[in-house]
Nanobody, 123 residues
Framework: HVQLVESGGGLVQPGGSLRLSCTAS????????KGWFRQAPGKEREVVAT????????YHTDSVKGRFTISEDSAKDTVYLQMNSLKAEDTAMYYC?????????????????WGQGTQVTVS
C-alpha cells in the first residue's frame, strides 16, 4: 500500500504562488495515476490536475488551466502542483491521490490511496 505525504500549503495573497509536493513511499512503481484534488468547506472534493507518471499525459481542470501545472520527479517519487496567480476561490484543502490505472480518472472515488491534505488559503 502506498503512502502519500503532501506539503507546501500555506497562506498567500491573491496573485501569489505556491508549490505543493506529494511524495510517495511504501511501494516502488513506475506507472501511477496521481491526482491533485481539493475540497473547500461545504463543497465536494474536485479534481485539480492528474498525471500518469513515467512521462504520461497530464490533465488540468478548466478553472486552473494556465495557472497551475502538475509535474513529476520520478527519481524522488514526487509529484508537484505549481500554482501561480492564485485566487481566493482556490482556497481549499488540497489532497494528493494515487491509483493504478493507466488512464487517469478525474473522479475522486476512483483513487485508492490518499494523503492527509495540505491547506491552501488565498487571502
Amino acid at each position: 500500500h502506498v503512502q502519500l505525504v503532501e506539503s507546501g500549503g500555506g497562506l498567500v495573497q491573491p496573485g501569489g504562488s505556491l508549490r505543493l509536493s506529494c511524495t510517495a513511499s511504501g511501494v516502488r512503481r513506475t506507472l501511477w495515476c496521481k491526482g491533485w484534488f481539493r475540497q473547500a468547506p461545504g463543497k465536494e472534493r474536485e479534481v485539480v490536475a492528474t498525471i500518469r507518471t513515467g512521462g504520461g499525459p497530464t490533465y488540468h481542470t478548466d478553472s486552473v488551466k494556465g495557472r497551475f501545472t502538475i509535474s513529476e520527479d520520478s527519481a524522488k517519487d514526487t509529484v508537484y502542483l505549481q500554482m501561480n496567480s492564485l485566487k481566493a476561490e482556490d482556497t481549499a484543502m488540497y489532497y494528493c491521490a494515487a491509483d493504478l490505472r493507466l488512464s487517469c480518472s478525474i473522479w475522486a472515488g476512483d483513487y485508492y490511496s490518499w494523503g492527509q491534505g495540505t491547506q491552501v488559503t488565498v487571502s
